[in-house]
């Protein structure tokens, strides 16, 4: 899609709205959530003669925190160690209290 050919129907009518000003929209209504503070805009590529959408996120720093904070889906090795991570931060917020 990035490269201008819609996967869909293969024109060449692709358009970005990365550089659209107020990206993240009214109330974040064109970002996702990452975490409980946190949310990422959305690039939106679309193209023009068959409708279809394809949205990324540019922001190198939500994609890093987004490799930190979610599962990484097909990986069981990665899910085990952030699960162990977990359970130490939780066991030290107890200490602090
Ligand atoms: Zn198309």
Redesign the pocket.
Known sequence: MKTGI??????T??FSGASVALKKGPFGSNAIPIALTSIAALDNYV??????VESYISDLGKLTEISHKWDNVGQEDNEETQNDNNEQEESKEKEGE
């Open positions: 819609c996967p869909k129907c293969t024109a009518k692709v193209c023009t003669s068959c409708g279809y």
